[in-house]
């Protein structure tokens, strides 16, 4: 079979991989360049990691070679910091999640081009077009009506940096200044680098909107001044932008499916955008093993997946929406802030938060005993 996949981010990259393996002609075509990547470091859990393992050992060996790794939440509210344990996560560059996808793929003869821009997949002349081209896709927007796409902006704005910082673990800090609230989600994914990702609400943003890029950043720097320890914000193009919740009525058209953030995308306070990524091509090419065939395959995909994606996505929603009004909380303690943080979603509860740290639950409890 001949598959073209469109957009070499972590999804198409992979896919491209797991189908070579499988014997396939793939061909990649990125419209980007090589090294071009946006944003900084990004995260796995260890459940997902271990989920990479089989589909393709070598992949995931290089993967954890440059992994760093920590076992705690750290969030910070007025000033005060209290460690969550039990949260074992691994950070890694995203441009070395990238090297790593395309080192493995060529190694494999998979053809990957870099700088081609793809102005219509119905011309590309292959047995399977997988449209991976990220949350702005070009392959669901060519193919709207067939997808019947849905689009929806978040409240918040958000920016994001890289700073030379060492965060010791995934670390929430809420910082209160004369212009608002300024929230931020960072972590050390490398020896000398931490991902640091400013999250403002819509009152906070109508105070700043007005100011340029530097003098932005200047803010923010000031803002954090107690947090980056005298370290500068780094930029990679950032900007402020909002949010784009994707969700596809329907994930194929022929022989045309979307795979990644250009089929959905899931809110980076829960960190599983990349590992969603990495699984819907797992899934993929797991509907390929058991239909060979593309008009079978590609309804299968989406029949086994839509559920695990839809799962995810109401975990997202709720935590997304948890910091848009995280300002109505601003109230509380920092014990009990930082338990309402992590019990934000449906994933993590009284129980299992207990059983990952109990120390800190039985703190929780006996200020809950003490009526405050």
Do not use: C
């Not at 990547?37 to 271990?50: A, I, K, N």
């Not at 947090?227 to 990679?236: A, E, F, V």
């Amino acid at each position: 079979m001949k598959i073209a996949v469109i957009g070499g981010g972590p999804s198409g990259l992979y896919f491209a991989i797991l189908m070579r393996l499988e014997g396939h002609e793939v061909e990649v075509f990125e419209r980007n360049a090589r090294d071009a990547t946006f944003g900084w470091g990004v995260v796995f859990s260890d459940r997902t990691l271990r989920s990479l393992a089989e589909p393709d050992l070598e992949t995931h060996r290089l993967l954890v070679e440059q992994l760093r790794t920590w076992e705690n939440v750290d969030i910070v509210h007025r000033g005060q910091l209290i460690s969550v344990a039990g949260n074992r996560f691994s950070g890694i560059a995203r441009i070395a999640l990238l090297q790593v996808l395309q080192n493995r793929a060529s190694e494999l003869g998979v053809a990957v081009h870099f700088e081609r821009e793809v102005s219509d997949p119905l011309e590309i002349s292959a047995d399977l077009i997988v449209g991976a081209d990220g949350v702005n896709s070009l392959v669901r927007s060519r193919l709207a009506e067939h997808f019947e796409p849905s689009l929806e902006q978040g409240n918040n704005r958000y920016i994001w940096y890289g700073t030379a910082q060492p965060f010791g673990g995934l670390t929430l800090t809420f910082r209160s200044a004369p212009e608002g609230l300024f929230m931020a989600h960072s972590y050390k994914y490398s020896q000398g680098l931490s991902t640091f990702i400013v999250e403002v609400d819509e009152p906070t943003w109508r105070n700043i909107e007005h100011l340029e890029e530097n003098a932005s950043r200047s803010l923010l720097e000031r803002v954090f001044a107690a947090d980056l320890g005298g370290h500068r914000l780094l930029s990679n193009l950032s900007r402020w932008i909002r949010f784009t919740v994707v969700r596809n009525r329907r994930w194929f058209h022929r022989n045309v499916v979307l795979l990644g953030d250009a089929l959905r995308t899931a809110h980076f306070s829960i960190g599983s955008g990349t590992k969603l990524a990495l699984e819907d091509s797992i899934a993929l090419r797991e509907a390929f093993r058991a239909h060979p065939r593309v008009e079978d395959a590609l309804p299968a995909f989406e029949a086994t997946r839509r559920s695990q994606v839809a799962e995810y996505q109401a975990v997202s929603e709720l935590s997304r929406h948890w910091f848009e009004n995280a300002r109505h909380l601003m109230h509380l303690e920092p014990l009990p802030f930082a338990y309402e943080a992590m019990t934000r979603s449906s994933r993590v509860d009284d129980s299992s938060l207990a059983r990952r740290d109990p120390a800190f639950v039985a703190a929780y409890r006996e200020y809950l005993a003490r009526g405050r």
